[in-house]
């Protein structure tokens, strides 16, 4: 059990690259945080720091409390899983889930116990006696996951670790990972860059971009109120739809573009009292612009003229990629909808379900 928390930390490399800084975020006993952003923007440094492989250039970071800056990592009692997970190939998957008990000197009842245990939690007692290169790819990631569990750590790192799996099989060891975390109730940071990854596994997602954590938040809170434009981009797919629009007082304030005027959204009436003349970008996902606005929908939507790009059908929705006033636009509708390429149809964008940001700075206006 443990609870790990950051403050103000900050990581140089090398004296000139700033790989992380103004992290302060606390990541609650039993929680699987996941920590998302693109390549490169500091998540695995962010990661390295708790199991005590990198050191914070200034900060604290706390395990339950207690700064942890001069335990080593073997001291740390956290467990890390990488992608590429290295099993020793000439011993059984018994004895590579029982090594690391071994070396500390467990009894052997302890060490079958905990073994045998762990491997029916994560459905690979049937393996224990088969070597690595006997099992697929997905089971090898059960065994190495095994492996840590069987050690009982206060934390779990996990970076990437599913990035070497085909999409099915990283889909299915994604849901294994959540129960995983469900049933062992051990606190959990996760790293990837993968949105759907981080959407589905987290209970609570950091986003992190070029060194800083953006926003903190459920899945849900991120989704629907991103504090800024690189949230809103970064989460859903197909991604956000962003349209530049001025703010300008005419019958009252409106959202200029570049095809048409929109009324601002009531939720917005008291943010842009201070925005007048401003910049702005507005967001738009998705399933908030419809072909055919559905019935509770119709109140809060506004008509534009669109021509069909191109559609992708895919069953259960289809997508549409429309050209608005010479700007493309994507809308996602149920898979049932008809539409031609070519074809010009009216697309309706819910003014309720609209974001706004600063243009300049990206920052969300505030909303009711
Ligand atoms: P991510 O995990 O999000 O891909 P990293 O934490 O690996 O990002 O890297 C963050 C930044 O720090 C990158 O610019 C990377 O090049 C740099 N970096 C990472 N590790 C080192 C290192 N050991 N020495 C110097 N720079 C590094």
Redesign the pocket.
């Known amino acids: 059990m443990a609870q790990v928390k950051f403050i103000n930390v900050e990581k140089v490399?090398?004296g000139n690259?700033l790989?992380?800084t103004d992290i302060n975020l606390t990541i609650e006993d039993r929680e699987l945080l996941v920590l998302v952003?693109?390549?490169?923007?500091?998540?695995?440094?962010?990661l390295r720091m708790v199991a005590g492989l990198e050191e914070a250039t200034s900060g604290e970071i706390l395990f339950d409390g207690k700064i942890v800056k001069d335990l080593p990592p073997k001291d740390r009692n956290i467990a890390m899983v990488f992608q590429n997970y290295a099993l020793y190939p000439h011993m059984s998957v018994y004895d590579n889930m029982a090594f690391g008990l071994k070396l500390r000197k467990y009894s052997k009842d302890e060490i079958k116990t905990r073994v045998v245990e762990t491997a029916e939690l994560l459905g690979i007692g049937h393996l224990l006696k088969r070597k690595p290169k006997a099992l697929s790819g997905g089971q090898r990631q059960r065994v190495a996951l095994g492996r840590s569990i069987v050690r009982k750590p206060s934390v779990f790192l996990f970076d990437e670790p599913l990035s070497n799996l085909d999409a099915k099989m990283r889909v299915q060891m994604r849901i294994e990972i959540r129960k995983l975390n469900l049933d062992i109730k051990t606190t959990m940071i996760y790293?990837t860059?993968d949105q759907v990854e981080a959407m589905t596994l987290g209970d609570r997602l950091a986003v992190?971009n070029e060194?800083r954590i953006l926003q903190v938040g459920t899945p849900l809170e991120l989704y629907n109120r991103p504090a800024v434009r690189f949230v809103g981009a970064f989460l859903g797919s197909p991604a956000m739809n962003f349209i530049e629009a001025e703010l300008s007082p005419e019958n009252g304030e409106m959202l200029k573009t570049g095809f048409t005027s929109f009324p601002v959204p009531e939720r917005f009436m008291a943010a842009v009292n201070d925005h007048t003349g401003t910049s702005l970008t507005i967001g738009a996902r998705p399933e908030d612009i419809y072909i055919a606005p559905p019935e509770g929908a119709k109140n809060s939507c506004h008509g534009v003229n669109a021509v069909i790009e191109v559609t992708e059908p895919l069953g259960n929705e289809i997508i549409f990629h429309l050209k608005i006033g010479g700007q493309s636009i994507v809308a996602r509708e149920p898979g049932d909808r008809k539409g031609e390429p070519g074809g010009n149809v009216e697309a309706y964008i819910d003014l309720a379900r609209l974001h706004l940001f600063e243009r300049e700075t990206g920052i969300a206006l505030p909303s009711s």
Do not use: F, I, R
């Open positions: 490399y090398d690259v790989a992380a952003g693109p390549s490169g923007c500091g998540k695995s440094t962010v790293v860059h992190m060194g």
